[in-house]
């Protein structure tokens, strides 16, 4: 199946600092997920790439697809307490017969 | 209830027993997903339902792992002869169609001692 490598593992950083994560896939994604997990809690959507280059914003929160459909990543502005969690890159097979999900972002950040 | 919903939240079965993990999903949300996430680990892929209909069991990690959905709506994931293995949250997910979001319930902790 499709490998998702996500980088980095884990992040910490002060509230008010910027953050960047990304994703990067051994095969072409036609759509790029990303999700955030809280403890004890199922995965939330955040943003839904569909287009190469796309570039999408949700709040704080910009994600894109990268131009070679294999790489996305996401940015978070000015970070604040409950942005502490799990961030997730997904992607569907061509025929959304699976859901493949990297291994994840752990993201710590001190007030 | 609005959301998706899972039962039992927690489950401690001994290894050698057989456990049904349930899903009820978000109404008329004609996909439903299944996932397996380790401790500190992303989300295990397992079998997709379309309708009534999973059109590829290959995610399901053994022949002991089956799952079926019923009136399009509620569905159950059975383990038979669980291992230590086995222990992991089962998630289960729904979406309107195959393209929508995925919506998430809480899941379902299995441990087996």
């Known amino acids: 199946g499709q490998q998702l490598n996500q980088s980095p593992q884990s992040m910490f950083i002060q509230e008010g600092e910027d953050v960047s994560m990304n994703c990067t896939s051994s095969s072409i994604f036609n759509t790029w997920l990303w999700y955030k997990q809280d403890p004890g809690e199922g995965p939330v959507l955040l943003i839904a790439l569909y287009k190469a280059g796309e570039l999408t914003s949700n709040g704080r929160l910009t994600a894109q697809f990268g131009i070679t459909r294999k790489d996305s990543f996401l940015n978070i502005s000015a970070s604040i307490p409950s942005d502490v969690g799990i961030y997730f890159c997904a992607g569907p097979e061509y025929n959304f017969n699976k859901f493949y999900f990297g291994s994840g972002t752990k993201l710590n950040v001190k007030p | 209830g609005a959301g998706v919903s899972q039962s039992p939240s927690n489950k401690v079965t001994e290894k050698g027993k057989d456990v049904e993990l349930r899903c009820d999903p978000i109404s008329g949300h004609t996909a439903l997903y299944w996932y397996r996430q380790s401790l500190g680990q992303g989300l295990e892929f397992l079998i997709y339902?379309?309708?009534?209909?999973?059109?590829?069991k290959s995610g399901l990690p053994s022949d002991r792992f089956s799952a079926e959905r019923t009136g399009g709506s509620v569905s159950t994931l059975t383990i038979q002869r669980t291992q230590q293995e086995d222990s992991a949250v089962y998630l289960c997910?729904?979406?309107?169609?195959?393209?929508?979001?995925?919506?998430f319930g809480p899941g379902t902790r299995l441990t087996v001692l």
């Open positions: 997910a729904s979406s309107f169609g195959t393209s929508g979001e995925q919506f």
């Open positions: 339902f379309q309708g009534n209909s999973a059109p590829d």
